[in-house]
């Protein structure tokens, strides 16, 4: 008869590291934050050049702050 609980460094169970995940909400400086940061900044700077792009004036233009 065959043993079956016999691991073998295939089937050895290991255990996972820890990663935070970078879709959680956390206030301070961890991963997940600058990722945010990252992403708002992202599409901040696509906003301010569709503005651009659509107005044909600059993005300061448009919000009246130059004349």
Known sequence: MKDTNVTTPLTTPTSQPYAEPATSWRFGFVPSA????GRLAMIGFLSAVLIEVFTERGFLHFWGLLG
């Open 34 to 37: 600058e990722i945010w940061n």
